[in-house]
């Protein structure tokens, strides 16, 4: 029974290594990308706005010709399709459900290594390896479920037939 225990050391202590490498580490990734995508986005927006006012107010009788016009409709249609996307695509939204995530499997892999140390028996070791992957389906299927609660089916438009 000596000889088992190691073994069951190390597969749990592998077991909780992948899912630090493949859960944590993907909510990782997939949070700050959202982050990036809603600070560029933001900040693209709120830019738009400021740069065309401060364009326009630049401008002359000579200087306003069909270029400068066409600029300063482009550049706040530039940011009304940035803040379009971010509402449309609920990017800070995802950027929470992301981070809630990452917090969890995060959460998960402390509580997992911390609670390794205490099992002494092939019992122990067998009831964290359950524990571990009963907690692990709760935060995916929880993650599955927000998610496409928050984008539903009619995601982009729906329509309606007769």
């Known amino acids: 029974m000596s000889e088992q225990i190691p073994n069951d050391f190390a597969s749990l202590q ?19 990308l ?3 995508i809603w600070y560029s986005l933001q900040l693209l927006s709120l830019l738009s706005g400021f740069i065309t006012s ?15 016009r066409i600029i300063s409709i482009l550049i706040p249609l530039i ?3 940035a803040a379009t996307f971010i509402l449309q695509f609920k990017v800070f ?9 990452r917090i969890s499997f995060q959460n998960l892999v402390n509580f997992s290594n911390s609670q390794i140390l205490k099992c002494k028996t092939q019992e122990d070791f067998q009831k964290l ?7 692990t389906n709760q935060i ?9 609660s928050l984008y539903g089916s009619n995601f982009i438009a729906s329509f309606t037939t007769k």
């Open 14 to 32: 592998t077991f909780i290594t992948k899912i630090h490498k493949e859960y944590e580490v993907w909510y990782a990734k997939a949070c700050r």
């Open 34 to 36: 959202n982050y990036r």
């Open 54 to 68: 401060i364009f326009v107010a630049f401008q002359t009788q000579e200087t306003w010709t069909f270029t400068t």
């Open 79 to 81: 940011g009304s399709l």
């Open 93 to 101: 939204e995802t950027w929470k459900l992301r981070e809630e995530g």
């Open 129 to 135: 390896f359950e524990e571990i992957t009963l907690k």
């Open 140 to 148: 995916e299927n929880e993650q599955s479920n927000k998610f496409f």
